[in-house]
Antibody, heavy 120, light 110 residues
Framework: QVTLRESGPALVKPTQTLTLTCTFS??????????VSWIRQPPGKALEWLAR???????YYNTSLKTRLTISKDTSKNQVVLTMTNMDPVDTATYYC????????????WGQGSLVTVSS | QSALTQPPSASGSPGQSVTISCTGT?????????VSWYQQHPGKAPKLMIY???KRPSGVPDRFSGSKSGNTASLTVSGLQAEDEADYYC??????????FGTGTKVTVL
């Protein structure tokens, strides 16, 4: 079955760079039409799409955060990595790794989420 | 990309129906049949409930249904049950290989 799991620091300091790793199983990111996205949710607030990387290595970013985000994949390890620079307390959120079916644009499998707090 | 607009809350008694709206623009909801809906219980990850406006993934009860008219999509939960109490989010493709989520609706079963 398809599973995704996020890993990374629970606490980062302002101005630091956050690196999150998504390790997935049950599918390959070489399969045409599949993508892995990062989505975040500040406490008590709505979901926000951050970035995605597709089976063909195409990458797309939230326009508002584009300058701070980098997404990459290691298909041999079934991993997707997201880095976010210059972290700020407003970036405190649960970060989800999610599989996206590109052709019909829906998120069918979600990781459990990783809470990241930005505080000095 | 601006978030899609959802009512903050909705409620109904057990057995009743509740409908949640999701309003966007002709650049997202109105322009594509790629609207999906997600259910999120407290402390849990969202779960896909509806995709491509009206389709239900395997395992989702047929009490959940989706529709769209113009720039507004809707999710209807019929025969409300206690376990339907959750937050619901809509999502739409918005062109240029990007999408947008809704503001979220808290559904309360009275």
């Amino acid at each position: 079955q398809v599973t995704l799991r996020e890993s990374g620091p629970a606490l980062v300091k302002p101005t630091q760079t956050l690196t999150l790793t998504c390790t997935f199983s049950g599918f390959s990111l070489t399969t045409s039409g599949l993508s892995v996205s990062w989505i975040r949710q500040p406490p008590g607030k709505a979901l926000e799409w951050l970035a995605r990387i597709d089976w063909d290595d195409d990458k797309y970013y939230n326009t508002s955060l584009k300058t701070r985000l980098t997404i990459s994949k290691d298909t041999s390890k079934n991993q997707v990595v997201l880095t976010m620079t210059n972290m700020d307390p407003v970036d405190t959120a649960t970060y989800y790794c999610v599989r996206l079916v590109v052709e019909d644009y829906y998120f069918d499998y979600w990781g459990q989420g990783s809470l990241v707090t930005v505080s000095s | 990309q601006s978030a899609l607009t959802q009512p903050p809350s909705a409620s109904g008694s057990p057995g009743q129906s509740v409908t949640i709206s999701c309003t966007g623009t002709s650049s997202d909801v109105g322009g594509y049949n790629y609207v999906s809906w997600y259910q999120q219980h407290p402390g849990k990850a969202p779960k896909l409930m509806i995709y491509e406006v009206t389709k239900r993934p395997s395992g989702v009860p047929d009490r959940f249904s989706g529709s769209k008219s113009g720039n507004t999509a809707s999710l209807t939960v019929s025969g409300l049950q206690a376990e339907d109490e959750a937050d619901y989010y809509c999502s739409s493709y918005a062109g240029s290989n990007m999408g947008v989520f809704g503001t979220g609706t808290k559904v309360t079963v009275l």
